[in-house]
Every structure is written in C-alpha cells, then in structure tokens.
C-alpha cells in the first residue's frame, strides 16, 4: 500500500527531535509539504534541512506552542498555506511522586501537552471544516490508558489529550475531518540508552514483542492515519505499544 500525500501541507509540533522529527520525515516522504515546528528555529531548521536534501519539501518554524500568541502565530501560517494535517506531538514530563509534586509541575506539563492541543487545534480545524478535508493527529502515550507511578500530572495530560480525540471525532466527523490518537509505549530514546542492561532487559520482557519500540514505529502509524486510506477511521487510540498494553 502506497501512501501519497501529494499536495498536503501537515504542521507537526515538536519537530526538532524523536518521534516529532521521525513524523515529520515520513511525512515528507510521502509527498507532504512539512512545517516543522519547535521551539528552537535552528533545530527545526536542521530537520528540514534533511528533509530538502532528500528530495522532499519543509519548512522550519519557530512556535511556542506555550506562548499567549500561538494562536496569531498559527493563523499567520494557515494564511500563507491552509494545514490540512494537524499532528500534535509536542510534549514535556516533569516527573515526581503525586505527594509531592508542586503545582508548578502539574501546571506546566498539562498547559504543554493538553492546551497548546486545544488552542492549536481550533485554530486549525477551522479551515479543515471549510474544507471538508483534514485530519488531527494526537500523539497520546500508553500511560494516558494505563497510568505510571511518578506521573499522575503527564498520565493525566495524555488521558485528556484521547478524551479531546473522541469528543472532536464525533463533532467533525460530519465534515470529513477525522481525529485520532496514537499512544506510543516505550520508545528507544537517549533516556533509555541510559539505561542499564539488566534494567533494558527487565522492561522489554513486560513487551509482547520483547523489544522497545522505535521513532519509525511510531512515525508510519501517523502516516497512515494521515493518509486517504485511513478516512473511514476516527475517534480511534492506535495503541503501539508492542503489546505492553493490550
């Protein structure tokens, strides 16, 4: 199955490095126009540098996705070119036990990871709607279905963030627009190179696939789901998670 985004311009946040930047390659791959987005220009700049190199087509954003103006910003990019897919991928974590994390923590992580979504999104859907073409991408997490000691405020930000998916589904859905999530499980980072072998071991065997997954994993599901071929799907979470959590 071949997959071409010909003529689509995708916006993905958190472009600059990890799966933003994996989402943003493939993307590209596949024919789209990328604005890639992140808070460092020259980072972004980077990746869509790589994208040109090869063939493709890019362009380096700087957006806080945090900032009281994200909303100008987005409408100043929806005029030079309508968004027709929309992948919030932009995150933080700032972990600790729930008995004592601050609220600063808990303030931060969801403003990141749940109201740019929402601030970034309208702005974005308008268009689609107009256009009856579009589709949102949320970038969830496993630990938004499971939950995770230590990270009751992201656990909580990516439970909301597939809450935000389902209820949008079903309000644009008449519009041709579609809306899904994907939760990734654990991905091979620098954070988990750090880890020690026995600790790697111990995690990969909770995984049906006895393997951490990688950027790509989950960058060709944000492909799909992106694509003509995904239309009839909607409101859905595509867990990819290698069976951690089925």
């Known amino acids: 199955m071949k997959i071409d985004l010909t003529g689509r311009t995708a916006l993905v946040t958190g472009a600059s490095r990890g799966i933003g930047e ?11 126009h990328v604005l890639c987005a992140a808070r460092n220009l020259e980072h972004v700049e980077r990746v869509a540098g790589v994208i040109t190199a090869n063939g493709g087509s890019a362009t380096a954003v700087q957006l806080d996705i945090t900032s009281d103006d994200v909303r100008e910003r987005i409408k100043a990019l929806i005029e030079q070119q309508p968004i027709e897919i929309l992948v919030n991928n932009a995150g933080i974590t700032d972990d600790d036990l729930f008995i004592r994390m601050k609220p600063e923590a808990w303030t931060s992580v969801l403003r990141t990871n749940l109201d740019s979504a ?16 579009g589709r949102v991408i949320n970038i969830s997490s496993i630990v938004g279905l499971s939950g995770n000691p230590g990270q009751v405020n992201y656990a909580s930000s990516k439970a909301a963030l597939i809450g935000f998916t ?11 627009v579609t809306v899904n999530a994907i939760a990734p499980g654990f991905v091979k980072t620098a954070m988990t190179d750090a880890m020690t072998d026995e600790a790697r071991k111990t995690l990969e065997a909770r995984i049906a696939l006895h393997r951490l997954g990688t950027v790509d994993d989950i960058a060709y599901a944000a492909v799909f789901l992106a694509s003509e071929q995904a239309g009839y799907i909607t409101g859905t979470v595509m867990n990819v998670s290698g069976g951690l959590y089925t």
């Not at 949008?168 to 519009?175: F, N, P, V, W, Y």
């Open 22 to 32: 994996a989402i943003a390659l493939r993307l590209a791959e596949s024919g789209a």
């Open 118 to 133: 929402f601030h970034i999104t309208q702005e974005v859907v308008k268009k689609m709607i107009r256009a009856r073409w």
């Open 166 to 176: 389902k209820a949008l589904a079903l309000e644009i859905g008449s519009r041709s």
